[in-house]
């Protein structure tokens, strides 16, 4: 086991934990600090650690927003119930993850191998920049039809469920693209935001075990450490970034997050660019 590799576990932990819930895209800042601070290990490890450490993050949403997710609650004669409320919601969940839970499985290996690269993460960093800034420049004037999680229809969800296949190309930002969607068809931003976190979690869940089936968990006890650490950084980091999220978005725009892939992508290309014409 080694310490260089723990504090890179740790750096890639924070990136993981920072970027998940900002509409700013977790796995194209992922690809791009794992140039800079490669980790020691083999790529179909990487490959797997990237997605499984996620379930980290995956918890955070869990814990805080566990009341308004957990389907059952204890009845006045002391039975546990199911709350009809809460089933709605799983259902509009559902519905919602499985066009891109259809496209990720039956294009996984053809999107890993064509499109996880540093041109495509800034291109899709740049593009959907120009988005945000572009649909909340309409949000000025416009009056959103769903202000609450609750008003939220079946037919909706799955509109926001087909958005979120975008995100299956890297430097798109899951998030983004579902709150994008979301915005896009009437729907407020805090309900968007809310209900993007709940879809991370059967599809961030599938990822991480899709990704485990198929690379096997053959591995070794400081393979299983890293994971593990990456893992409960993402878990503290995201705890504080959804918060700091959901109290943001009452009172600003997702403008300045527009700006920041915009300018981000920019210095990607820009490091891509001199990194091909130095070799």
């Not at 945000?132 to 949000?139: A, H, P, Q, T, Y």
């Not at 990456?230 to 970034?241: D, H, L, N, R, T």
């Not at 959804?242 to 009452?250: S, W």
Request: hydrophobic share 55%.
């Amino acid at each position: 086991m080694s310490f260089v590799e723990i504090l890179k576990v740790i750096v890639l932990g924070l990136v993981e934990g920072f970027t998940e819930w900002l509409p700013i895209s977790s796995t194209g800042h992922m690809i791009l600090v794992n140039e800079l601070i490669h980790l020691n290990q083999p790529d179909s490890y990487y490959e797997v650690f990237e997605v499984v450490i996620q379930l980290g993050a995956i918890l955070a949403v869990v814990t805080t927003f566990f009341r308004e997710i957990w389907p059952f609650a204890r009845q006045k004669n002391g039975s546990v119930g199911v709350l009809p409320s809460k089933i709605n919601l799983w259902v509009k969940i559902i519905v919602a993850c499985l066009p891109a839970a259809v496209i990720g499985i039956l294009f996984d290996d053809l999107l890993n191998k064509y499109l996880y690269n540093g041109f495509v993460v800034a291109l899709m960093l740049i593009l959907y920049g120009i988005f945000f800034i572009l649909i909340e420049n309409r949000n000025e004037t416009f009056s959103f039809r769903i202000k609450k999680l609750q008003d939220l229809d079946l037919r909706t969800a799955f509109i926001i469920g087909l958005f979120q296949c975008l995100a299956l190309i890297p430097g798109t930002s899951r998030s983004g693209a579902t709150i994008l969607g979301a915005m896009l068809v009437g729907v407020a931003r805090t309900p968007a935001s809310e209900f993007s976190f709940f879809l991370s979690i059967p599809v961030m869940f599938g990822a991480s075990l899709l990704k485990l089936v198929k690379h096997g968990f053959g591995f070794s006890g400081p393979q299983w450490f890293y994971l593990i650490l990456g893992m409960v950084v993402a878990y503290f980091v995201s705890v504080y970034c959804i918060d700091f999220l959901m109290k943001y978005i009452r009172t600003h725009s997702f403008r300045i997050f527009g700006w920041y892939r915009i300018a981000l992508g920019i210095i990607v290309l820009m490091w891509f660019l001199v990194s091909s014409l130095l070799h």
